[in-house]
Every structure is written in structure tokens, then in C-alpha cells.
Nanobody, 115 residues
Framework: QVQVVESGGGLVQPGGSLRLSCVAS????????MGWYRQLPGKQRELVAR???????NYADSVKGRFTISKDNTKNTVYLQMNSLKPEDTAVYYC?????????WGQGTQVTVSL
């Protein structure tokens, strides 16, 4: 059973960057579609970005052009590069498959964008 550990969050000023990492204990093969999700305070968890078997990527409109998802199958790691961060990006970020499996949700990593 795959388990994930997210890291890389922190406090950053508006306009700054962070790179999140998600290391899976199981094998993330090239056949798995992975996604990054976030949960804003008081809101439901939402999909931020996902890759696909064919290599294409999809992003929520709110992060398009600013966030980039990538995957290193040799390291069982998924990344989320976040640039031009805004205060409204403040949330707990999670990785999971797409669509998500309830058994995989990790603890997430907190991202706070503030002066």
C-alpha cells in the first residue's frame, strides 16, 4: 500500500517561490497519474495540479502559469514548483493519485504566503 510524505512548505512572502516534494513509500510507476491538492482554511480540498500517463499536465485556473507539477519515477517523488505565490495560495498541500485514494492521504505540508 502506497503511503506519501509531503514536505517543502513554509512561510513565504507574496511573489516568492516554494518547491513541494511528495515521497511515496510504494512505487509510483509511469502508469500512475499523480496530483497535488490543497485545502484552504474553511474550504474543501481541491485539485491544484495533476499529470497524466501521456505526460500532459492540468492545472486549476487559479494557479495556471505559476505552478508546475513534475515527477521523478526513479525517486518515487512528485514535485510542485510554486512561483509568484499569492496570499490566497495559503493552504495545506497534499499529494495523492488522480483521482485520489482515501487510503493515501498524508499529513500534508503547510504553505503560508504572508508579509
Amino acid at each position: 500500500q502506497v503511503q506519501v510524505v509531503e514536505s517543502g512548505g513554509g512561510l513565504v512572502q507574496p511573489g516568492g517561490s516554494l518547491r513541494l516534494s511528495c515521497v511515496a513509500s510504494g512505487r509510483i510507476s509511469s502508469m500512475s497519474t499523480m496530483g497535488w491538492y490543497r485545502q484552504l482554511p474553511g474550504k474543501q480540498r481541491e485539485l491544484v495540479a495533476r499529470d497524466s500517463i501521456g505526460g500532459s499536465t492540468n492545472y486549476a485556473d487559479s494557479v495556471k502559469g505559476r505552478f508546475t507539477i513534475s515527477k521523478d519515477n526513479t525517486k518515487n517523488t512528485v514535485y510542485l514548483q510554486m512561483n509568484s505565490l499569492k496570499p490566497e495560495d495559503t493552504a495545506v498541500y497534499y499529494c495523492n493519485t488522480f483521482p485520489p485514494l482515501q487510503t493515501i492521504w498524508g499529513q500534508g505540508t503547510q504553505v503560508t504566503v504572508s508579509l
